[in-house]
């Protein structure tokens, strides 16, 4: 069985950084993307980045570019969401997604993704 376990959220000041981990077990892990999103209370469900192994091109959302940076790891199926200079708009609850043999084309391509995590928490305090 495919599962995403998020892990790494938490309390932190404006400014500061978090690096919030999504461990894969059960894919095969080739050809496949990811994304990150996020939903605050009361808000919709946000894609903040999208990763397609297949082309090497991450998509961000307008709001986080130049301050989140996604990597992965292919040794232990883990991807990485590096939060910069956080704002209290990103507090949210996190979440990642991932599909072995599939092809993300735009950010919000990776909102058909099948498997997702249960997501963790940021809270960013002013």
């Known amino acids: 069985e495919e599962q995403l376990v998020e892990s790494g959220g938490g309390l932190v000041q404006a400014g500061g950084s978090l690096r919030l981990s999504c461990a894969a077990s059960?894919?095969?892990?080739?050809?496949?993307?990811y994304g990150w999103f996020r939903q605050a209370p009361g808000k919709e469900r946000e894609a903040v980045s999208c990763h397609s192994t297949r082309s090497g091109i991450t998509y961000y959302a307008d709001s986080v570019q130049g301050r989140f940076t996604v990597s992965s790891n292919d040794a232990t199926n883990t991807v990485y969401l590096q939060m910069n200079n956080l704002k209290p708009e990103d507090t949210a609850v996190y979440y990642c997604?991932?599909?072995?043999?599939?092809?993300?084309?735009?950010?919000?391509?990776?909102?058909?993704?099948?498997?997702w995590g249960q997501g963790t928490l940021v809270t960013v305090s002013s």
């Open positions: 059960g894919f095969i892990w080739f050809d496949y993307a």
């Open positions: 997604a991932a599909q072995d043999n599939y092809s993300a084309y735009s950010l919000n391509h990776c909102g058909t993704l099948e498997v």
